[in-house]
């Protein structure tokens, strides 16, 4: 079955470091790729996302890349800010299940960074 | 335009009670999809409704069950309670079924004891 596992955390950084939190998956069919985002007591919010390999998703200075060959779609940014802690989800909807917009989500990452 | 809501926002429970758990979806949505988080987990799918239909099911038993009404608000109802079922339960809108993005409410955390 579908199924995303990221990187363990937590991860802590100093403000204005440099972010990656890795992701990787399986997939059955061509999955549309995800990460979400999770502020303290709240619930998700869509950071970003790809459809289809090599598609490149950003907001809010975050970048993932859709890499087939590797089955990957790691989370990027260049300069982290304290409002960036929160917790990190990947996730799939793979578009062959049977379930169609199902999402598949990882163990989440928890991101603290510090001024 | 209204985003998700959900209510309760906290709920406790004792275990063999039963509980309901209510969602409007956002505004111009026809699909609701509920996920179960358990603490320091991803959310877990549970089941998809689609215009008053269950759309897909997770590996929920059927103690966990649920409606969608005309309006495309939704209700989750658990019965027989278990202590494991204490979790933060969400419930994610979509403009139809076979859209892929999803939106997510708040969330309605439920504590059995």
């Known amino acids: 079955g579908d199924s995303v596992t990221q990187m363990e955390g937590p991860v802590t950084l100093s403000e204005e470091a440099f972010l990656t939190i890795n992701c990787t998956y399986t997939?059955?069919?061509?999955?549309?790729l995800f990460w979400y985002v999770q502020y303290p007591g709240e619930g998700l919010q869509l950071l970003l996302k790809a459809t289809k390999a090599d598609d490149k998703g950003s907001n809010k200075g975050f970048e993932a890349t859709y890499r087939k060959e590797t089955t990957s779609f790691h989370l990027e940014k260049g300069s982290v800010q304290v409002s960036d802690s929160a917790v990190y989800f990947c996730a799939l909807s793979d578009r062959g299940g049977t379930s169609y917009g199902k999402l598949t989500f990882g163990q989440g990452t928890i991101l603290t960074v510090h001024p | 335009e209204t985003g998700v809501t959900q209510s309760p926002t906290h709920l406790i429970k004792t275990r063999g009670q039963q509980v309901t758990l209510r969602c409007s979806s956002q505004?111009?949505?026809?699909?609701v999809s509920w996920y179960q988080q358990a603490l320091g987990q991803g959310p877990q799918f549970i089941f998809q409704y689609y215009r008053e239909e269950e759309n897909g099911r997770g590996n929920f038993p059927p103690r966990f069950s649920g409606l969608q009404f005309p309006n495309y608000s939704s209700e989750l109802n658990v019965n027989a309670l278990e202590l494991d079922d204490s979790a933060l339960y969400l419930c994610a809108s979509s403009l139809e079924a076979g859209e892929e993005t999803q939106y997510f409410g708040p969330g309605t955390r439920l504590l059995v004891l």
């Open positions: 505004s111009g949505h026809n699909t």
């Open positions: 997939a059955t069919g061509y999955p549309s």
